[in-house]
């Protein structure tokens, strides 16, 4: 009898244990809470940037054309929705709330983002509200990277760099590696793509190191895996998408964004046993192209060769930078090397 129920209670505690570890193991969405489930290999999952919209909506809301279309995202049954960065104008209590109630908690697939300077510009309150900026999701024949590309200015160094080797050595069973950033830092120093996303958030001092040190990593397995890297930073353009595979590295590179604007679309993406297909999503009711046709031809051929600075943007701007907690330290380092340089001067004159 004793035996019995030692048997038993031992039975219940490995039971309790794998309970444990299944859990543990399960990728769970840091925005609202939806684990990341084990499907075949067959699913799809939809890919966008920029859900604050507009430069000029301080609603403290996602964009409208988001917020209006989440009954037909939920209905597509997606793996789950990754937002390619600048997800929030600002991380603050409103924003969070509101992003909470309003969009968190009404989807019905895990959330993902691959951070935007917006997403980071308050210091690190992102982190300690949702967890690591750069991971890993993995599902069926494909990896996902995801990268934070304002930590370094751009550049994929330090621990995010050390993390991408080590994620891409061990994709040993995975056919297609999808990596989202919201940066195209892989556009930023080659003229194939050159003027074509002038507006976007870029390298502020010197170059990054995507051709040096990334592409030759990715280089290095590119002739054995499908690369697609989908960024999410399009100030301005023609439509919500961009295709392109090089000719040299085989890379497929794309962006996707929206910015409450009547040509709003998401990506959907289709896999099926490894096969990789791409859909777009209309938010505004528009017919699109499939999403190949949105190539460098395109782009080069509709793209304003002049992109005019909007004067109306400069009460905003202005606020956003004296709001901004870079601008005052800035502004403080300023004055201190000011009056620094200012009591070095009199003390030499005074010795001369």
Sequence with gaps: MVKRRINKLFSIAFAISLLVNILSAQVI?????????????????????HFHGASTNVSTFPASTI???LDTLNALHPLFLMSLGDMFLDVNETYIHNYK???F?????????????????????????????????KNGTELFIILNTEINDGSIKGDQ??????????????KNIFIFSHRPIWAENNSRYKNLFIGNTRTEIGRNNFEDVVLPLLMNYSKVKHFYWISGSMAGGPASFFYDKDPVSTITYMQSAIRDQERDAVLQIFINKGVVRFNGISLT?????????YNLSFWKNT??????FNYRLLPYLTKQMLLHYYFWIGFVSSLVLFFSLRWVYKKWKRKK
């Design 303 to 308: 793209i304003s060769p002049e992109q005019k």
């Design 161 to 174: 760099f050390d993390f991408l080797v080590e994620a891409v050595r061990s994709a040993g069973n995975y």
């Design 101 to 103: 109630k309003s969009l």
């Design 285 to 293: 009711g528009q017919n699109l192209d499939a999403v190949e046709n």
């Design 67 to 69: 917020l209006s279309n």
């Design 105 to 137: 908690d009404k989807l019905k697939m895990p959330l993902f983002n691959a951070v935007g300077n917006h997403d980071v510009s308050n210091g690190n309150r992102y982190e300690k509200e949702y967890g690591s900026s750069y991971f890993t999701l």
């Design 29 to 49: 969405s840091p925005f609202n809470k939806i684990a990341l489930k084990d499907t075949s290999s067959v699913y799809s999952f939809i890919v966008s940037g």
